[in-house]
Protein backbone atom coordinates (compact mmCIF):
# COMPACT_ATOMS: atom_id res chain seq x y z
CA UNK A 1 0.00 0.00 0.00
CA UNK A 2 1.03 3.64 -0.85
CA UNK A 3 -0.71 6.96 -0.81
CA UNK A 4 -1.83 8.13 -3.76
CA UNK A 5 -0.75 10.96 -5.88
CA UNK A 6 -4.40 13.01 -4.92
CA UNK A 7 -4.64 13.72 -1.28
CA UNK A 8 -7.78 15.18 0.15
CA UNK A 9 -6.53 18.38 1.90
CA UNK A 10 -10.45 19.76 3.61
CA UNK A 11 -13.75 19.06 3.37
CA UNK A 12 -16.47 21.01 4.52
CA UNK A 13 -20.07 20.36 4.24
CA UNK A 14 -22.24 23.74 2.51
CA UNK A 15 -25.31 22.57 2.66
CA UNK A 16 -27.07 19.15 4.79
CA UNK A 17 -31.09 18.41 4.00
CA UNK A 18 -32.16 15.46 5.22
CA UNK A 19 -36.03 14.49 6.32
CA UNK A 20 -38.26 12.04 5.86
CA UNK A 21 -40.30 12.05 2.71
CA UNK A 22 -43.67 11.90 4.61
CA UNK A 23 -44.06 12.40 8.94
CA UNK A 24 -44.23 9.40 10.52
CA UNK A 25 -47.07 9.43 13.11
CA UNK A 26 -44.83 8.97 16.18
CA UNK A 27 -47.50 7.91 18.44
CA UNK A 28 -47.18 4.09 16.93
CA UNK A 29 -43.42 2.47 16.83
CA UNK A 30 -42.32 2.22 13.62
CA UNK A 31 -42.71 -0.91 11.46
CA UNK A 32 -40.10 -3.67 10.94
CA UNK A 33 -37.11 -1.59 8.90
CA UNK A 34 -36.30 -3.45 5.72
CA UNK A 35 -33.30 -1.57 3.82
CA UNK A 36 -34.34 0.31 0.79
CA UNK A 37 -32.65 -0.48 -2.52
CA UNK A 38 -32.26 2.09 -5.47
CA UNK A 39 -33.78 0.56 -8.27
CA UNK A 40 -35.50 2.51 -10.30
CA UNK A 41 -34.83 5.67 -8.06
CA UNK A 42 -33.99 9.15 -8.93
CA UNK A 43 -30.62 10.33 -7.90
CA UNK A 44 -29.09 13.33 -8.86
CA UNK A 45 -25.44 14.47 -8.94
CA UNK A 46 -23.38 17.34 -9.84
CA UNK A 47 -19.92 18.11 -9.78
CA UNK A 48 -18.21 20.96 -10.05
CA UNK A 49 -14.88 22.14 -10.11
CA UNK A 50 -11.99 24.48 -10.17
CA UNK A 51 -8.29 23.96 -10.73
CA UNK A 52 -5.75 26.46 -9.65
CA UNK A 53 -3.31 28.25 -11.60
CA UNK A 54 -0.03 25.83 -11.91
CA UNK A 55 2.64 26.94 -9.76
CA UNK A 56 5.78 25.91 -12.44
CA UNK A 57 7.75 26.03 -8.07
CA UNK A 58 5.45 23.14 -6.39
CA UNK A 59 4.99 20.08 -7.37
CA UNK A 60 1.57 19.76 -6.73
CA UNK A 61 -1.78 20.98 -8.49
CA UNK A 62 -4.78 22.27 -5.96
CA UNK A 63 -7.99 21.40 -7.07
CA UNK A 64 -11.18 22.25 -5.64
CA UNK A 65 -14.24 19.98 -6.68
CA UNK A 66 -18.20 20.36 -4.89
CA UNK A 67 -20.27 17.68 -4.94
CA UNK A 68 -23.94 17.73 -4.77
CA UNK A 69 -26.55 14.65 -4.44
CA UNK A 70 -30.32 15.11 -4.18
CA UNK A 71 -32.90 12.21 -3.60
CA UNK A 72 -36.54 14.27 -4.64
CA UNK A 73 -39.13 11.28 -3.79
CA UNK A 74 -39.34 11.17 -7.59
CA UNK A 75 -39.19 7.92 -9.63
CA UNK A 76 -41.18 4.79 -9.75
CA UNK A 77 -39.47 3.93 -6.51
CA UNK A 78 -38.90 6.85 -4.16
CA UNK A 79 -36.82 6.69 -0.96
CA UNK A 80 -38.11 7.07 2.41
CA UNK A 81 -36.03 10.38 2.87
CA UNK A 82 -35.88 13.61 1.26
CA UNK A 83 -32.13 14.26 0.25
CA UNK A 84 -29.95 17.54 -0.56
CA UNK A 85 -26.59 17.38 0.85
CA UNK A 86 -23.02 19.30 -0.86
CA UNK A 87 -19.90 19.36 -0.06
CA UNK A 88 -16.58 20.71 -1.22
CA UNK A 89 -13.47 19.47 -0.83
CA UNK A 90 -10.00 20.81 -1.14
CA UNK A 91 -7.53 18.39 -3.05
CA UNK A 92 -3.35 17.97 -4.39
CA UNK A 93 -2.39 16.27 -6.80
CA UNK A 94 1.06 15.26 -7.72
CA UNK A 95 2.45 16.73 -11.08
CA UNK A 96 5.07 13.75 -11.06
CA UNK A 97 1.82 11.35 -11.11
CA UNK A 98 0.52 12.25 -13.78
CA UNK A 99 2.96 15.13 -16.37
CA UNK A 100 0.11 15.14 -18.68
CA UNK A 101 -2.09 17.93 -17.41
CA UNK A 102 -5.64 16.95 -19.06
CA UNK A 103 -4.65 13.44 -17.34
CA UNK A 104 -3.85 15.13 -14.48
CA UNK A 105 -7.03 16.67 -13.74
CA UNK A 106 -9.15 13.67 -15.36
CA UNK A 107 -8.22 11.91 -12.24
CA UNK A 108 -8.41 14.42 -10.10
CA UNK A 109 -12.17 15.21 -10.82
CA UNK A 110 -13.01 11.62 -11.06
CA UNK A 111 -11.32 10.14 -7.45
CA UNK A 112 -12.12 13.12 -5.83
CA UNK A 113 -15.89 13.35 -6.39
CA UNK A 114 -15.60 9.82 -5.33
CA UNK A 115 -14.30 10.52 -2.17
CA UNK A 116 -16.82 13.42 -1.58
CA UNK A 117 -19.36 10.82 -2.96
CA UNK A 118 -17.89 8.44 0.50
CA UNK A 119 -18.60 11.63 2.73
CA UNK A 120 -21.53 12.08 1.62
CA UNK A 121 -22.94 8.63 1.76
CA UNK A 122 -21.26 8.09 5.62
CA UNK A 123 -23.22 11.24 6.62
CA UNK A 124 -26.76 10.12 5.54
CA UNK A 125 -26.01 6.98 6.47
CA UNK A 126 -25.04 8.41 9.88
CA UNK A 127 -28.20 11.02 10.17
CA UNK A 128 -30.45 8.59 9.26
CA UNK A 129 -29.31 5.70 11.59
CA UNK A 130 -31.88 6.51 14.40
CA UNK A 131 -34.69 8.62 11.99
CA UNK A 132 -38.21 7.07 12.03
CA UNK A 133 -37.74 5.19 8.48
CA UNK A 134 -34.04 3.58 9.10
CA UNK A 135 -31.17 3.89 7.47
CA UNK A 136 -30.49 4.94 4.03
CA UNK A 137 -27.42 3.99 2.26
CA UNK A 138 -26.29 5.13 -1.02
CA UNK A 139 -25.11 2.55 -3.79
CA UNK A 140 -22.23 2.28 -5.09
CA UNK A 141 -21.44 4.99 -8.16
CA UNK A 142 -18.61 5.88 -10.46
CA UNK A 143 -17.86 9.24 -11.31
CA UNK A 144 -15.95 8.56 -14.52
CA UNK A 145 -18.27 10.63 -17.52
CA UNK A 146 -17.70 13.61 -14.61
CA UNK A 147 -13.84 13.61 -16.02
CA UNK A 148 -13.22 16.84 -17.68
CA UNK A 149 -11.71 15.51 -20.92
CA UNK A 150 -14.77 13.50 -21.35
CA UNK A 151 -17.70 16.03 -19.75
CA UNK A 152 -15.78 18.96 -21.99
CA UNK A 153 -16.12 16.40 -25.44
CA UNK A 154 -19.92 15.30 -24.07
CA UNK A 155 -20.53 19.05 -24.22
CA UNK A 156 -19.31 20.27 -27.38
CA UNK A 157 -21.16 16.76 -28.99
CA UNK A 158 -24.50 18.65 -27.25
CA UNK A 159 -23.83 21.91 -29.11
CA UNK A 160 -22.65 20.64 -32.76
CA UNK A 161 -25.65 18.74 -32.38
CA UNK A 162 -28.27 21.35 -31.61
CA UNK A 163 -26.43 25.06 -32.01
CA UNK A 164 -29.41 26.68 -30.38
CA UNK A 165 -28.75 25.15 -27.12
CA UNK A 166 -25.53 26.07 -25.13
CA UNK A 167 -23.87 23.53 -23.31
CA UNK A 168 -24.31 22.80 -19.97
CA UNK A 169 -22.04 24.67 -17.54
CA UNK A 170 -22.76 22.18 -14.29
CA UNK A 171 -21.47 18.37 -15.36
CA UNK A 172 -24.72 17.07 -13.49
CA UNK A 173 -25.40 13.29 -14.27
CA UNK A 174 -28.59 11.03 -12.90
CA UNK A 175 -27.73 7.63 -11.29
CA UNK A 176 -30.65 5.27 -10.94
Excluded at 52 to 73: H, M, Q, W, Y
Excluded at 135 to 164: G, M, R, Y
Aim: charged content about 20%.
Amino acid sequence: MQPSPLQLSEIFFVHTDIKPRSGPDVTTPPAARTRFYFSNTDMTSTVEHAIAPDDENSSLSNVLITLRIILDGDGENPPPYLVDVKCVGYFTISKAAFPDLEKRYDVAVVNGASLLYGAIREQILNTTLRMWYGELLLPAVTFFQNAPSIATKNESAVVQDNEAKPAPRKRASKKS
